[in-house]
């Protein structure tokens, strides 16, 4: 697996199609790696006329692990949040939204199309305010401006997100299929078998549960961006899904209200993660679609 030294840590990477083709960067969400995205999703995509670049975030994966940062204590985090007092995270999601930024730099991509799921969609949008030079346009999947008057994830979705994963591989693997089963709202298109595939390729190539804590307290002091989003200008395609029990759909239409000319498509069928192979190619069609009328906006534009 190739690493980059970005943004003063090691990132790992891989890439999916022909570099000639449209550049297109995938951010994964909360301690996801990047096996998250599918391989057949991404190969549809590049069968779709992109690049595809995915990368593990710091903190999972193959990439550094910020350990000398120590381990938050979310609960009291939240606490002090709530009644209003300062917290300092270990790293925010602007440093991730650097280190995708140090992920272009290195393999000398000027400007990209960026595609990010969940936490991913919201160093996304934060790319889009600090970093709209470097990018052709912006994809939101399953994903929130952060803001605390929208509804919150369910109570079930809620309790397996914080819940603890049990370390023996076959306990994980059934763990994570539950997890996500909460995270699909009923909804009958999650495969499990997809899901327990995907996570056992996970667990084979890095278990460490333990950066969960540091990226969920970068999210945790994270400022709503609904007022920041009006300023964007990039081009902005917003994909979440009508079961989405993580994060519900009324994030995603506040996202694309937000962002001038956005664009919002929601998925039937659709809860929260990829474990959706029914759903892969109207998802990837819908990226393609974007990306390409980006770039011909942006061609004529120059």
């Not at 960067?25 to 670049?53: E, K, S, Y």
């Not at 007022?227 to 239409?253: C, F, K, M, N, W």
């Not at 959706?276 to 990837?284: F, I």
């Amino acid at each position: 697996m190739p690493r980059i030294h970005a943004n003063g840590i090691e990132i790992a990477y891989g890439t999916v199609g022909d570099s000639k083709e449209r550049p297109l960067i995938l951010i994964m969400g909360l301690a996801t790696q990047m096996l998250g995205w599918p391989d057949r999703f991404c190969r549809m995509l590049a069968g779709n006329g992109h690049w595809v670049i995915r990368f593990d975030n710091r903190d999972c994966g193959l990439s550094s692990k910020l350990e000398q940062l120590g381990v938050p204590d979310l609960s009291r985090m939240a606490g002090d949040i709530a009644e209003g007092r300062s917290v300092t995270p270990p790293y925010t999601l602007s440093d991730m939204a650097s280190d995708t930024v140090g992920v272009m730099d290195a393999l000398g991509i000027r400007k990209a199309h960026i595609c990010g799921l969940s936490m991913g969609g919201m160093i996304g949008q934060i790319m889009a305010l600090e970093h709209p030079s470097r990018m052709m346009s912006l994809i939101s999947m399953e994903s929130t401006t952060g803001e605390s008057d929208l509804p919150g994830a369910t109570a079930e979705a809620d309790e397996a997100m914080m819940s603890l994963p049990p370390v023996p591989r076959n306990a994980y693997l059934d763990y994570t299929v539950d997890v996500y089963r909460a995270f699909a709202g009923g909804s009958e298109k999650m495969d499990g078998d997809v899901q327990r595939r995907i996570s056992a390729r996970c667990y084979d190539r890095m278990f460490y549960p333990m950066g969960f804590a540091r990226q969920m307290a970068a999210i945790y002091v994270a400022p709503g961006r609904r007022e920041a989003l009006r300023s964007v200008t990039v081009p902005t395609l917003v994909i979440h899904g009508d079961s989405d029990a993580l994060i519900p759909p009324e994030h995603g239409r506040d996202t694309a209200d937000a962002i001038p000319g956005a664009r919002l498509v929601v998925v039937k069928g659709l809860g929260h993660g990829m474990a959706y192979p029914t759903l892969w190619e109207e998802m990837a069609n819908a990226i393609a679609g974007h990306t390409l009328n980006a770039t011909e906006d942006l061609s004529s534009s120059s």
